[in-house]
Nanobody
Framework: VQLQASGGGLVQAGGSLRLSCAASGPTFSRYDVGWFRQAPGKEREFVVAISWTGGRTFYADSVKGRFTISRDNAKNTVYLQMNSLKPEDTAVYYC??????????????????WGKGTQVTVSS
């Protein structure tokens, strides 16, 4: 599975962005997908994840109520809608896929496939 994240950019605090994670491979629809982020000088951290059916989602407390993950398996794409963005959301955002099962917030070292990140910068 090859993953490509896109949709990052520069936005003012309170604004919105939608990230996309496009995947190649006929079996992508069977993979759980997570979004992670890494700010300068910090470790990569979990943001949100969705099961392969879309039936289970997990969110980091810091983004609950502001971010929404969804997927369109027909398009091999997972989306991350980010609203009410804050300067502390500034980071490189990565999508990652795992064979599952997704039973809780996934660990960074538990993901099988990673895409290149996309930069999100939120100005105050």
């Amino acid at each position: 599975v090859q993953l490509q994240a896109s949709g990052g950019g520069l936005v003012q605090a309170g604004g919105s962005l939608r990230l996309s994670c496009a995947a190649s491979g006929p079996t992508f629809s069977r993979y759980d997908v997570g979004w992670f982020r890494q700010a300068p000088g910090k470790e990569r951290e979990f943001v949100v994840a969705i099961s392969w059916t879309g039936g289970r989602t997990f969110y980091a407390d810091s983004v609950k109520g502001r971010f929404t993950i969804s997927r369109d398996n027909a398009k091999n794409t997972v989306y991350l809608q980010m609203n009410s963005l804050k300067p502390e959301d500034t980071a490189v955002y990565y999508c990652a896929a795992d064979n599952g099962p997704l039973l809780g917030p996934p660990r960074v070292d538990g993901m099988d496939y990673w895409g290149k990140g996309t930069q999100v910068t939120v100005s105050s």
